[in-house]
């Protein structure tokens, strides 16, 4: 059992928690999944790690009540413990091999949407332990949907703040700061890393490549095992198969099938969704759509 040792709500709907797992932390590095089971009988939840102490032996998971597993595991206190939580899973961020002295000469963006501030906040961090300093964006519809700000405020050589509806810091999507930061402020970028929502990371593709500027996106599609053995986070990259779990997360943007990658998402939505009534519906829940099992 791996208990959880903080728990707390970030904003609406978006979960921070700290859990012991000390062989987990001992070999994690930035860019790395876990997948988590609260039961015997749960569903396997992979989530980027959002921070980790070697010395304590903790990892830390933020993620959002989408569904019915994430909403139980919402409802989980300090004390509680969960029944699986296998890691570290998936390849470390490029970043991590690159010659540390080279790396200081890099003038490198992060772009980070709505809850992939998370995965965000721990390359920049190890960035920052490493001498190197890296502007960051982050982005949400609004500001009281704005998680880690403080946190990456303290690693992050310029770190600049966009809400979509203009409550908080600049106004906008995260593409147009992009725009702003090169072609009006005159800032010039090797590489770019993007993470967050599936369509913003399309957009910020687009973006950057019309600023020929390299990029790298982290690709969190439907997984199953975490191993490569099921298939089911498999994305199309430069017109080849690849599976995130075992060769990603990280991939190059500019080479990413998004819009299929979004269409297989949608195939698993139904399901979810009917997993997300019987959760709220309970006893009540008849069904009636003949496939949910309700009915039965």
């Known amino acids: ?123 920049v961090k190890w960035l920052h332990e490493n001498g190197v300093a890296a502007d960051v964006i982050i982005g949400a519809k609004t500001k009281d949907l704005l998680i880690l700000e403080q946190e990456m405020k303290a690693v992050a050589g310029n770190l600049y703040v966009t809400t979509d509806d203009g409550s908080y810091g600049r106004s906008g999507m995260v593409t147009q700061t992009i725009q702003d930061l090169v072609e009006k402020e005159g800032k010039s970028y090797d590489v770019c890393i993007a993470i967050g929502p599936m369509i913003m990371m399309k957009f910020v593709c687009k973006m950057t490549e019309q600023l020929h500027i390299p990029t790298v996106v982290s690709l969190n599609p439907i997984m199953v095992d975490g191993t490569g053995m099921c298939g089911a986070c498999r994305v199309t990259v430069g017109g080849k198969v690849k599976f995130a779990c075992v060769d990603g997360p990280e991939f190059d943007g500019h080479q990413v099938d998004f819009d299929q990658a979004m269409k297989r998402q949608q195939m698993y939505k139904t399901e979810e969704g009917r997993a997300l009534l019987r959760l709220q519906e309970g006893s009540t829940h008849h069904g009636g759509c003949g496939n949910c099992g309700g009915d039965k």
């Open 1 to 123: 059992m791996f208990q959880i040792l903080e728990a707390r709500e970030l904003t609406e709907n978006i979960y921070f928690m700290v859990v012991e797992a000390r062989r987990v932390a001992k070999a994690c590095y930035p860019g790395q999944f876990v997948i988590v089971r609260m039961d015997e009988e749960g569903e396997r939840i992979p989530l980027t790690i959002c921070d980790y102490d070697r010395q304590a032996g903790t990892v830390t998971i933020v993620f959002q009540g989408v569904g019915a597993e994430t909403r139980r595991m919402a409802a989980l206190q300090a004390g509680d413990s969960f029944r699986d939580f296998v890691g570290p899973l998936g390849c470390a961020s490029e970043l991590i091999a690159e010659d540390k002295e080279a790396l200081k000469q890099k003038k490198i963006l992060f772009v980070a949407g709505g809850v992939g501030t998370a995965p965000v906040y721990p390359q």
